[in-house]
C-alpha cells in the first residue's frame, strides 16, 4: 500500500472517530444541561443533523446517559490501545472513567433480562420471587444495583476480583438505598464455594478467559438451587470482518475470549445444564439461558 493510500483511509476512519466524538459531546451538552460557545454549538448541530435531525428524539435522560457511557468507555480503550500497545491482556483499568462508564452500560444487561423474562413465564417467576442472584464480574456494581432495583425479592451478590473497581462500587452502593440487598466481594468466580444458594446467575462472557470457562461453569452449577438459571452474555456478531476483528480485539485485550455461543454451550453441556438456548433480545447483547435441573 502507498502512503497516498494509508493516509485516505486514516483520512476516511479520523471522520467516524469525530462522528462518534460529535454525537458523545451533544449527549453530554443535554445530559449535564451545559449551553456552550454559540458558535460551536451551532456547528455541533449541522453534525448531528446530517448524522440524523431525529437521533435523540423520543429518548429518555437513562438511555442518553447510557449512550453517552458506552461512547466514553469506547474512546477512553481506545486510547489506552493507541498509548499502551504493548500492556498485556487483563481487565485492569483504573481510570475511573473508564471504571463507571463500563458499569453504567453493563446496566442495560438488566433490562435485556427482563424482557426475556416478560415472555418466559418461568424465567420471570424465578426473578420475581424470593432469593439470591450472582452477579459475576460485578466491577463498579451497577448491574447489581440495577438487578436489586428490577426485582426487589431478590438479594443480590456481587462479585470480582479487581479491588479498583469494587472501590467504586463500594461508594455507589452506599449513595443507593437498598436496604443491605446487595453484598460485594473480592472473589474470583473460580474460588466461589457455595452449593444450591442463588436462583439467578450472570456470566459475562466476554471477560472469561479460556482457562476460566470451565472452572467457572462448574462453580456456578453447583452453586444454583436446583432450578435456578445461569445467563451468558457475549457480544453479537458484527456483520463485516472488520467489526469482527476489532470486537475479537477489545475482547483480547480485556482478558477474555471470543466466545461462540456453540462454545459456550459445548461448556455448559457436560456440566449438568439443561435447556440450553441463544437468544437476542437487542442488537446490543447475546443471552445464553441454562438451567440446573430441578
Not at 205 to 217: D, H, S, W
Amino acid at each position: 500500500m502507498s502512503f497516498e493510500a494509508l493516509m485516505k483511509q486514516v483520512q476516511s476512519l479520523n471522520s467516524s472517530v469525530e462522528t462518534l466524538a460529535a454525537i458523545g459531546a451533544e449527549l453530554r451538552l443535554r445530559s449535564e444541561r451545559l449551553s456552550g460557545d454559540p458558535r460551536v454549538r451551532a456547528s455541533l448541530q449541522d453534525v448531528v443533523d446530517k448524522i440524523d435531525s431525529s437521533l435523540f428524539e423520543g429518548l429518555n435522560p437513562g438511555q442518553d446517559h447510557v449512550a453517552l457511557a458506552l461512547i466514553q468507555t469506547s474512546f477512553r480503550q481506545a486510547i489506552d490501545l493507541f498509548e499502551n500497545p504493548t500492556r498485556p491482556p487483563g481487565w485492569n483499568y483504573e481510570d475511573p472513567v473508564i471504571l463507571e462508564s463500563q458499569g453504567q452500560v453493563s446496566r442495560l444487561i438488566v433490562r435485556n433480562i427482563e424482557m426475556v423474562a416478560a415472555q418466559r413465564s418461568d424465567i420471570n417467576s424465578v426473578l420475581h420471587r424470593p432469593g439470591a442472584f450472582l452477579d459475576i464480574g460485578t466491577g463498579v456494581g451497577w448491574l447489581a444495583i440495577e438487578a436489586a432495583r428490577t426485582w426487589p425479592t431478590l438479594r443480590v451478590v456481587g462479585i470480582d476480583s479487581w479491588e479498583p473497581a469494587l472501590n467504586l462500587a463500594r461508594k455507589n452502593l452506599a449513595e443507593n438505598d437498598l436496604n443491605g440487598r446487595v453484598e460485594l466481594r473480592l472473589q474470583k468466580i473460580e474460588e466461589l464455594h457455595h452449593n444450591a444458594i442463588f436462583s439467578f446467575a450472570w456470566l459475562p462472557g466476554p471477560f472469561i478467559a479460556r482457562e476460566t470457562i470451565g472452572p467457572a461453569v462448574e462453580r456456578v452449577y453447583q452453586a444454583l438451587a436446583p432450578g435456578g438459571w445461569l445467563v451468558v452474555g457475549l457480544y453479537p456478531p458484527p456483520p463485516d470482518a472488520l467489526g469482527q476483528a476489532l470486537v475479537n480485539l477489545r475482547i483480547v485485550r480485556s482478558g477474555g475470549h471470543p466466545w461462540t455461543p456453540n462454545q459456550i454451550q459445548e461448556q455448559l453441556q457436560p456440566v449438568g445444564f439443561e435447556r440450553i438456548e441463544t437468544l437476542t433480545p437487542t442488537p446490543a447483547v447475546s443471552l445464553i439461558l441454562a438451567q440446573r435441573p430441578a
